[in-house]
């Protein structure tokens, strides 16, 4: 009797896409006794068939989409299945344990052992941050971490891989160099010159690729990071095309190197201190007496 | 000014006038302006030597004087603290005169320097008498010199004005600006003459006219040089050349030091009305540069793409040059703020390379594109791992390259903490000002040094030169080889060694300091073009 009448609800529910609030069921279910429609809805709450959301003063209704339904297993209890849905609304961005607690309500001792009794099962896992290393993060197991979590190529576990970015940046700009180099073997004018030095992400990730540096594998986003490193160090120009694509060229400097770090003073790391009197001059500067002899 | 500028204007002037005029320059420099016997309580010389010490500072144009406000007998004297750096810049000078007009030129142009500012016709007398070529005739020094003032390398001082009735006792100066560049009339008789020692220079008739170096003009062909060697390195000789007749054709109608993007204030019917000059260069048209390469260049490439080396270098990020219309095949005008930000960022970023490493660079590029970013930004922007990126960051600030300001949220009442963002950013014209304080100070390092060098050899040195000129009047005198060699060997092997490790080291001090001004002149040309600060370049001064 109970189920039939869920089943019911649920058919109306499922009806109504946005979700049916209680005056949608009234209509619809008119000869429905109120008490019979709460024992109905709240079998369908227990099934996990539909969920209640809060719109403003009313209650809506929605129907759960069956294929999402959790994979928690039957035997699993009322906080374990909280607990997983928490989880699961972080996405693969993950969820940190606070807000897990806060969300749920539930004491520390009882969280973590429900925590650990999801992972031990499989269905949730925890993910360190690449951004705090302390800091461990929980989502769905079947879920891959996003690049914000893990930082995509250039992270190693938790650790920042900066030789492989350093390479990466040196051949970037050897490859710029390069088709500057051959782009200026053909005299055909300032302008021609200025536009065969010039090179996509796409001509650099094919290099890239090509060359075969890389185990992991790197796409042209990740390619375009590298090469503003390449531009930050102002070895090279990021150029903005018609279409809203931007080129890469290698530069020259437009200055040598200023007198000022020619001489020890301009790299001198005191010479803040320096002055005519106290353990820092330029009479007895260690500095100045390796510059000079 | 700073304490730095300050210590280095003293030392300088010690090692050009020393000890006497640097006292009175140090009591000049600390304030506006002081009267005689301010400086004379102040600096407890004698008046004779304060009067002496101040006319040779004003021979030099180092001072000027001026009645005071109340008292109009009374003359106040003041310090040029800008000006002088340029006694630094005289080989500078001079090395220019030499490739413009060659050793006549040269010795013109040293002459000049060495007396401060002299008369036409005295100037020639010391050319003719001391000078290295005495085989060119004084006309060729006349025509030369004449030369020099057309192209205002030579000024004309404002002429004094001589009255009847002196009712004033501070001298007056006739300042008409279309006077300053008029070639003076030089009786070459006169000259031979007085070569001959038949009249005096008195007897000139120039004698009111005194003419100095141009310091503003010598240092308009530098920044010039500075602006064609960033062209030719970023863009290729061809662009180089391009953008010089660029430059050339602007001077016509542009005065070469106008101050970039400055406001008035003027009134209008009783309300504030705040105008904008131009911020850059009159235009230059295609047409007129084309014009004036075809008839000056032999660059047949250059001819060839011309309108790609405009647009090439209108395009680069230096920014050099904008185009702001299409008359006559394309109107530009040149951006002396834009190219010296430019140039001032290139010279900063190469600092920081050096002093902190290539990251470092790269997390101040970071900043400078992206104006404001927080410090977990950064070290996302610029693939740097955050501690590193933290360290290198820290120690940017901490050595004043970069700044940070930091945005408080509102609100957050008295509980917790008061929420923040911490943003970096570059002040641009604080970071040059402090490395402008750092070259004085390193500059200042260099003149001590050398000068400690110098007295702790003294007599090492001085034995040298004794033992060299008495070695001269021998060869004169015709000795016999032998004696002469067995005085040369009473300065030993040892004594050798350490005068030539001396010399070395004076050596490599003095062409630090010139390639040390090269930056300092970059930074202060960045402080004349983008700030308002004064930076001593002004219209005939």
New interface residues.
């Given amino acids: 009797m109970a189920a039939e009448i869920a089943q019911l609800l649920l058919s109306v529910i499922q009806g109504i896409p946005g979700g049916a609030t209680n005056d949608d069921l009234n209509k619809a279910l008119s000869d429905m006794p109120a008490a019979t429609r709460v024992e109905g809805l709240n079998i369908l709450l227990q099934q996990g068939g539909i969920e209640v959301l809060k719109k403003g003063e009313k209650l809506i209704y929605r129907a759960k989409d069956p294929q999402k339904k959790s994979a928690l297993p039957k035997d699993a209890d009322n906080e374990e299945k909280v607990v997983y849905s928490i989880v699961e609304e972080g996405g693969n961005k993950g969820i940190w344990i606070r807000d897990i607690r806060i969300k749920s309500n539930l004491n520390m001792t009882q969280l973590n052992k429900i925590l650990k009794n999801l992972e031990t099962k499989k269905l949730i896992k925890a993910v360190k941050s690449v951004?705090a290393s302390k800091k461990k993060v929980y989502m769905l197991y079947n879920l891959e971490a996003d690049r914000s979590v893990t930082g995509g190529a250039?992270y190693q576990d938790q650790d920042?891989e900066?030789e492989f970015?350093d390479v990466l940046?040196q051949q970037c700009l050897r490859f710029l160099q390069m088709k500057r180099e051959t782009a200026e073997k053909k005299r055909d004018?300032?302008?021609a010159f200025?536009q065969m030095s010039c090179c996509s992400v796409k001509d650099v990730h094919k290099f890239i690729s090509d060359l075969g540096i890389s185990k992991v594998n790197l796409d042209e986003d990740d390619l375009e990071?590298?090469l503003?490193?390449v531009?930050?160090?102002?070895n090279a120009?990021r150029i903005l095309q018609s279409d809203g694509a931007y080129v890469y060229r290698a530069?020259?400097?437009?200055?040598?190197?200023?007198?000022?770090?020619?001489?020890p003073?301009?790299?001198c790391?005191v010479?803040?201190n320096?002055s005519?009197c106290g353990d820092v001059t330029?009479?007895n500067?260690q500095y100045?007496k390796d510059?000079?002899? | 000014m700073s304490a730095d500028y300050a210590?280095l204007c003293s030392a300088l002037l010690e090692q050009c006038f020393g000890k006497v005029v640097q006292a009175v320059a140090d009591c000049l420099f600390s304030a506006n302006t002081r009267t005689l016997s301010q400086i004379v309580s102040s600096t407890k010389l004698s008046r004779k030597e304060v009067t002496l010490a101040l006319a040779v500072l004003i021979k030099f144009r180092l001072v000027n004087f001026e009645p005071s406000m109340i008292n109009a007998y009374l003359p106040e004297y003041s310090l040029k603290r800008e000006d002088i750096i340029c006694l630094l810049r005289y080989s500078r000078y001079i090395h220019l005169v030499q490739s413009k007009y060659g050793s006549i030129g040269a010795s013109i142009a040293e002459e000049l320097l060495n007396s401060g500012s002299d008369t036409a016709t005295s100037i020639l007398v010391k050319c003719l008498t001391n000078g290295e070529n005495k085989s060119e005739t004084a006309e060729n020094y006349r025509d030369i010199f004449h030369k020099m003032i057309t192209d205002h390398y030579i000024i004309k001082t404002p002429e004094l004005i001589t009255n009847e009735d002196q009712d004033e006792l501070i001298p007056k100066f006739l300042t008409t600006e279309c006077d300053f560049f008029v070639p003076p009339i030089i009786d070459l008789q006169l000259l031979t003459k007085i070569q001959s020692g038949e009249a005096s220079v008195e007897n000139a008739q120039d004698s009111a006219m005194v003419w100095n170096l141009n310091y503003d003009r010598f240092h308009q062909e530098f920044r010039d040089d500075v602006m064609k060697?960033?062209v030719e390195?970023?863009?290729?000789e061809?662009?180089a050349e391009c953008f010089r007749f660029i430059l050339k054709i602007m001077y016509n109608t542009t005065d070469p030091w106008q101050r970039v993007s400055f406001l008035t204030y003027i009134f209008v019917h009783k309300r504030l009305m705040i105008v904008a000059l131009q911020r850059a260069s009159n235009q230059v048209t295609f047409g007129e540069i084309k014009q004036a390469i075809e008839k000056k260049s032999k660059n047949l490439d250059l001819m060839?793409?011309l309108d790609?080396?405009i647009?090439?270098i209108t395009d680069d990020?230096?920014g050099f040059l904008r185009k702001v219309g299409d008359m006559g095949g394309g109107q530009y005008v040149v951006d002396m703020e834009r190219a010296f930000e430019?140039?001032a960022f290139?010279?900063v970023?190469?600092?920081i390379t050096?002093?902190f490493g290539?990251k470092a660079?790269?997390i101040f590029?970071?900043i400078r594109?992206k104006k404001f970013i927080e410090q977990?930004d950064l070290q996302k922007?610029?693939?740097?791992?955050?501690k590193?990126a933290k360290s290198l960051a820290y120690n940017l600030f901490q050595?004043q390259f970069i700044h940070v300001r930091v945005i408080k949220k509102a609100g957050g009442g008295g509980s917790g903490p008061a929420k923040a963002f911490y943003l970096f950013q570059i002040k641009t014209k604080d970071t040059v000002r402090m490395?402008l304080d750092?070259?004085y100070?390193?500059l200042?390092?260099?003149i001590?040094?050398s000068n400690?060098e110098k007295s702790e050899h003294k007599g090492l040195i001085e034995k040298s030169q004794r033992l060299d000129s008495i070695v001269e009047t021998m060869k004169e005198r015709g000795e016999s080889e032998d004696y002469i060699a067995e005085i040369v060997e009473t300065f030993t092997p040892p004594e050798c060694e350490i005068l030539n490790?001396v010399k070395?080291?004076i050596k490599?001090?003095s062409k630090?300091e010139?390639?040390?001004?090269?930056?300092i002149f970059?930074l202060q040309m960045y402080q004349h073009h983008c700030t308002m600060l004064p930076t001593g370049i002004q219209k005939f001064k």
């Fill in positions: 951004n250039w920042f900066v970015v940046n004018g300032p302008l200025k990071t590298i503003k490193t531009v930050y160090d102002g120009e530069v020259n400097m437009p200055l040598p190197a200023p007198g000022l770090v020619q001489m003073c301009g790299i790391p010479i803040k320096c005519d330029a009479i500067c100045m510059w000079l002899d | 210590d060697l960033a390195r970023k863009l290729g061809n662009a060839k793409h790609q080396y647009a090439l990020s230096l430019s140039l290139a010279c970023e190469s600092v050096e002093r290539s660079a790269r590029r970071v594109f977990e922007e610029a693939m740097i791992p955050a590193e050595e490395l750092v070259c100070k390193a200042y390092n260099i001590r040094r400690y490790k070395h080291r490599t001090l630090a010139l390639t040390l001004d090269d930056t970059l």
